[in-house]
């Protein structure tokens, strides 16, 4: 092979390599958009493992997972993003005003009681929800909710730590 062939068979492989990529991206786009109504999702900046790849005008986040592979979309509001910094990084939160996520396909479930449990699926509380929304609002606001995610309609989850919300279920269960 001469080394023009060389160069050319390198442009294509490189082409092609970026071809699936910018597939794969659009995949990741697609699929964090899902996570909520277009009328959130379309005009939201979409993240993918902390990187930007879609810059958005409405002050809406989405991702195509929650958690490292779990293939769980969400789209969140400021204060939800912050919270999931918190959580992420075991750091302090306090909810001063009320935060919003979407989760319209469901999730990969967690413990109802410890986000940091080492084997979620295997706590005595696992709960894995179908379409639902989240809510954060400032602890107080807690009191007389249920953290009983089987009692029916909203319940709380991890409500003994600084990361509790209201899970609110739009859609049955798998």
Known sequence: MNI????LLSCALSLSAS??????????????????PSMVSSKATIMYQGK???EGT??????PETMPGDNSPICNDAT?????????????????EMGLSYMLGGDGGVS????????????????????????????AMLKGITDNPHAGGPY?????????HIMIPVGERD
């Not at 409405?58 to 991702?63: I, L």
Request: aromatic share 8%; glycine share 6%; proline share 6%.
């Open 58 to 63: 409405n002050g809406w986040v989405c991702m």
């Open 4 to 7: 023009s062939s060389k160069l």
């Open 80 to 96: 939800w993003m912050e919270m999931l910094h918190a959580v992420g990084t075991k750091g302090p939160f306090e909810a001063r």
């Open 52 to 54: 930007v790849l879609s």
């Open 112 to 139: 109802n009681s410890d986000p940091y449990h080492a084997d979620h699926a295997n706590s005595g509380d696992f709960i894995k929800e179908g379409p639902h929304l989240m809510l954060i609002v400032p602890k």
């Open 156 to 164: 709380v989850m991890w409500k003994d730590t600084p990361y509790a």
């Open 19 to 36: 071809l699936v990529s910018a597939e794969n991206h659009q995949a990741l786009i697609d699929q964090a958009r899902s996570a909520a």
